[in-house]
């Protein structure tokens, strides 16, 4: 395997990128700066070293630890748990959420094998033991591993202490059309209807 | 900034990355296997020195001159002029083409200011005069630029020799609709039509 192809082969595993897109990406690479490439390479190579997941509430981070934990002007009453790192910043960047976070890693799911000792549980339910939250929301995705996962740790929590549990509302996206919302989008938004 | 952002800066300015997809990889290599990232950042780095263009045709290679100018069983009376070395591979994937080729680098736009010298014109002039080519395919992209640029180099090759010039066929794509074709393609595939 020539060089060329062997990096259009590691393209096409990182997600999101197809092969027609790795090849497009490599002949990009092979016309672009020589500096660009040299930065690339490197910020590649050490992101594993100067990125990795908060020893308290398992988002990735540069610090430990991560900049949410350690900010005490953050409601540490709320706390919001996600599936993964990136789902911390898609919520930041809305900014309208201004408590605690913590990134279970995935979701249970029994036929891949994934029980509830391969996600970041068992800190969880420490951290919830030890904390001071009142409100515990839900924000894994709206799927059935989401809300299986969701259901099961909200078993786990009610026996720690008298929680409010809340999770994202689910329904027809704005800008959205009905006609194209599924049978479960349209069940779960007319269930979760409000007044106005 | 960060590293995590400095590396999502840089992976956003690939092409057919957006921003979002930039995050997704950049989070997907904060988790992956550190050999992963070690070859990726390996290649990625030492790519433009491993991969440059063939003197010959301007394709890109591993080899001076490249596999395709440098085997004899290849048919030497065709040349295929086509814009970007990608294009090379596009036409060699579909396994039907046994010419020659040779990579224009892009094509002639006044505007952004490339001219003929911008472009591996002086040295297809040259090759032309030298080689023994019948036929001079014109693989340029169907759009004005491409279609100005092919009509500006058949101009100069006319000169040259005596040689037949033909262009790739332009037309509805196989399974296509002719709803959605544009009144130029319509107009190109009925000028174009085949007896059958």
Sequence with gaps: MTELDDLIKHLSMLPSVGPKSASRIAFFLVG???GFNESLSRLIGEIKEKVFPCPICGSYSETSPCPICSDPGRDQSLLCIVEQPQDVLTIQSIGAYNGLFHVLGGTLN?????????????????????????????????????????????RLLERKGDFI??????????????????????MRSLRGRTTF
Tied chains: 1, 2.
């Design 32 to 34: 672009s700066q020589k």
């Design 165 to 186: 549990f809340s999770r994202l509302a689910s329904g027809i996206p704005i800008g959205g059309d009905l006609g194209f919302a599924s049978r479960n989008t349209l």
């Design 110 to 154: 029994p036929l891949e094998g994934i029980g509830a000792d391969k996600l970041n549980i068992r800190s969880l339910v420490e951290r919830v033991e030890k904390g001071s939250f009142k409100e515990i929301i839900f924000a894994t995705n709206p799927t059935e591993e989401g809300d299986t996962t969701a259901l099961y740790i909200k």
